[in-house]
């Protein structure tokens, strides 16, 4: 079963407008939550990344905001770049010994069009 | 700069075939992951290692081994090749200690592999 729930599959967002990916977990034993961006033919990279003692991080022109009784979070893409148009995973970590693991949502194709 | 490399960025094989991937990095990291990407499917993770010589099944284990010998390099094995093996596989590292991480639980990604069992 799907332990992270992204959505929505794809999104289309006009340039200088907002993009906003939601997610949903289950496993409240995750205490990190980190949104990595994937441009096409390179790996995941980490964009930003929460907490669940804190309710809402920005960095730039990316917002996370994270609702821990709800066992929500989404990524708020504020004036959205034709260079942000990228696949977004949400993902939230786990402790296994001294790794973290990550379980990965399915992912957000964002396209930002002139 | 981490680097995480992989061995190959395309490649085919027949069903039955043994295959290897290769992955190294050079930041003398001790956590290393295996994964596959599908549309739709995200990321899954396949085998992880935290150690030389040490690994652990992921959520997709079957079908596949992983091996390895040295810190900086995890392979990961396709004992006998299906189709429904044909994929994107990713490799990525992570460093133990949380304080040496830019961002607890932060990965490196290599680019990928993706493989056409035919």
């Known amino acids: 079963q799907q332990q992270v729930k992204q959505s929505p599959q794809s999104l289309i967002v006009q340039k200088g407008g907002i993009s906003i990916i939601n997610c949903a977990y289950e496993?409240?034993?995750?205490?990190?939550f980190p949104w990595y961006q994937q441009f096409p033919g390179k790996g995941p990279a980490l964009l930003i990344a929460i907490r669940p003692d804190v309710s809402e991080k920005k960095e730039g022109r990316f917002t996370i905001s994270f609702n821990k009784s709800a066992k929500q979070f989404s990524l708020h893409i504020m004036d959205s770049q034709p260079g942000d148009s990228a696949t977004y995973f949400c993902a939230a970590s786990s402790r296994t010994g001294t790794a973290s693991k990550l379980t990965f949502g399915t992912g957000t194709r964002l396209q930002v069009t002139l | 700069d981490v680097k995480v490399t992989q061995s190959s960025r395309y490649l085919v094989k027949r069903t039955g075939e043994k295959v290897f991937l290769e992955c190294v990095q050079d930041m003398d990291h001790e956590n290393m992951f295996w994964y596959r990407q599908d549309p739709g499917l995200g990321l899954r993770l396949i085998y992880f290692?935290?150690?030389?010589?040490?690994?652990e099944k992921g959520d997709i284990p079957e079908g596949y081994s992983v091996s390895r010998e040295k810190k900086e390099r995890f392979s990961l094995i396709l004992e006998s090749a299906s189709t429904n093996q044909t994929s994107m596989y990713l490799c990525?590292?992570?460093?133990?200690?949380?304080?040496?991480?830019?961002?607890?639980?932060?990965?490196?990604f290599g680019p990928g592999t993706r493989l056409t069992v035919t």
């Open positions: 496993n409240t034993a995750f205490d990190y």
């Open positions: 290692s935290y150690d030389v010589k040490m690994k």
């Open positions: 990525a590292s992570s460093p133990h200690s949380p304080k040496l991480a830019g961002v607890l639980g932060e990965q490196y």
